[in-house]
């Protein structure tokens, strides 16, 4: 009954949420095929306290953007994975780093805590503080666990890349966005937006139909 009860949750979670995160634990899990491209960011080492904690905060922060500033945008919302995975594997290559799911989900909580700067956060009821200090707190908690702070370091870095070009240089004097979800996206990923001038025909009307 327990697992039907977490089964039933998981399956109310967004899309992009509940398939990364699947992707995560079935990847980690059967260690399959480490070395692709892809998959480097689904591995977070074998099982064990280190993976568990990666896998809530992938959990909980990728979900609260996608329920919160992605609402309604799930097309922008993979076209954020894309660009980062692209610019943490050019990066990674230059630092040697292989394995870079962690570091994405440095970016994820980095993201957040921008867009949710009022947020007060109790990290494991040890400290309590805004939500932008969260990406620190977690890369100094990543290195107690003796883990690299360099992969930390690098989803910070394409975190901030993200949010200034996404959030902050559009809103500059002459500035505008430049990262722009590919059009086979939206159309693949977001409902059709309804034409704000369309009148229904009078049988599409509630009420009696007029003759």
Same mark, same amino acid.
């Given at each position: !009954?327990?697992?039907? *009860?977490?089964?039933?949750? +998981?399956?109310?979670?967004?899309?992009? %949420?509940? %398939?990364?995160?699947?992707?995560?634990?079935?990847?980690?899990?059967?260690?399959?095929?480490?070395?692709?491209?892809?998959?480097? +960011?689904?591995?977070?080492?074998? #099982?064990?306290?280190? +993976?568990?904690?990666?896998?809530?905060?992938?959990?909980?922060?990728?979900? !609260?953007?996608?329920?919160?500033?992605?609402?309604?945008?799930?097309?922008?919302?993979? $076209?954020?994975?894309?660009?980062? *995975?692209?610019?943490?594997?050019?990066?990674? @290559?230059?630092?040697?780093?292989?394995? #870079?799911?962690?570091?994405?989900?440095? !970016?994820?909580?980095?993201?957040?805590?921008?867009?949710? =700067? &009022?947020?007060?956060?109790?990290? +494991? *009821?040890?400290?309590?503080?805004?939500? =932008?200090? @969260?990406?620190?707190?977690?890369?100094?908690?990543? !290195?107690?666990? *003796?883990?690299?702070?360099?992969?930390? #370091?690098?989803?910070?870095?394409? &975190?901030?890349?993200?949010?200034?070009?996404?959030?902050? $240089?559009?809103?500059?004097?002459? &500035?505008?966005?430049?990262?722009? %979800?590919?059009?086979?996206?939206?159309? @693949? #990923?977001?409902?059709?937006?309804?034409?704000?001038?369309?009148?229904?025909?009078?049988?599409?009307?509630? &009420?009696?139909?007029?003759?």
């Amino acid at each position: !009954m327990a697992w039907q *009860g977490l089964a039933t949750e +998981f399956l109310q979670v967004p899309a992009v %949420t509940r %398939t990364y995160t699947a992707a995560c634990v079935l990847t980690t899990a059967a260690v399959f095929q480490v070395w692709r491209l892809i998959t480097n +960011f689904l591995f977070f080492g074998p #099982l064990g306290f280190s +993976f568990f904690f990666n896998m809530l905060f992938v959990f909980r922060y990728c979900r !609260m953007l996608e329920e919160g500033s992605f609402r309604g945008r799930t097309a922008d919302f993979v $076209f954020m994975f894309l660009f980062g *995975g692209l610019l943490m594997t050019l990066l990674g @290559l230059l630092g040697s780093l292989f394995f #870079l799911g962690q570091a994405l989900t440095a !970016m994820l909580v980095y993201v957040w805590s921008r867009r949710s =700067p &009022g947020v007060r956060v109790n990290f +494991f *009821g040890l400290l309590t503080f805004q939500a =932008p200090f @969260l990406p620190w707190a977690l890369m100094g908690f990543s !290195m107690l666990l *003796g883990n690299s702070i360099l992969v930390d #370091l690098l989803g910070i870095v394409v &975190g901030h890349v993200y949010y200034f070009l996404e959030d902050v $240089f559009p809103n500059q004097p002459g &500035g505008k966005r430049l990262l722009l %979800t590919p059009s086979f996206l939206k159309l @693949l #990923l977001d409902a059709p937006e309804e034409d704000p001038n369309y009148r229904p025909l009078p049988e599409e009307q509630p &009420g009696p139909v007029q003759q």
